[in-house]
């Protein structure tokens, strides 16, 4: 019943920033794992971040780490995607997802939001 509602991608240039938003309705956050996740055409599907239910714990995939930060507000409903000195190889699309009692990084996943697109292009 969860439903996730996603929002901030776009075209942007090769060392500028954008920050994506995940917001849940039909329920609340607080018992679920969540993830962001980016598939490129023609590439496998990658889990770039986590973030566990309470955010004591964050993690990172190598291609990301250092420039991208994963945060969450449970009070908002809303899990967020902060990315910096963004690189043309970061062109995929963005979808988060969620693992309901679950740790991270997600095993399994339960809930998608409908992606949106992030481009990185002079």
């Known amino acids: 019943q969860l439903k996730f509602v996603q929002s901030g991608g776009g075209l942007v240039q090769p060392g500028g920033s954008l920050r994506l938003s995940c917001a849940a309705s039909?329920?609340?956050?607080?018992?679920?794992?969540i993830g962001w996740f980016r598939r490129a055409p023609g590439k496998e599907r990658e889990q770039i971040s986590c973030?566990?239910?309470?955010?004591?714990?964050?993690t990172y995939a190598d291609s990301v780490k250092g420039r991208f930060t994963i945060a969450r507000d449970n009070a908002k409903n809303t899990v967020y995607l902060q990315m910096n000195s963004l690189k043309p190889n970061d062109t995929a699309l963005y979808s988060c997802?969620?693992?309901?009692?679950?740790?991270?990084?997600?095993?399994?996943?339960?809930?998608w939001g409908q992606g949106t697109q992030v481009t990185v292009s002079s």
């Open positions: 039909g329920g609340t956050l607080d018992s679920f794992a």
């Open positions: 997802a969620a693992q309901l009692w679950g740790g991270c990084p997600l095993s399994r996943t339960h809930y």
């Open positions: 973030i566990t239910r309470g955010g004591e714990t964050t």
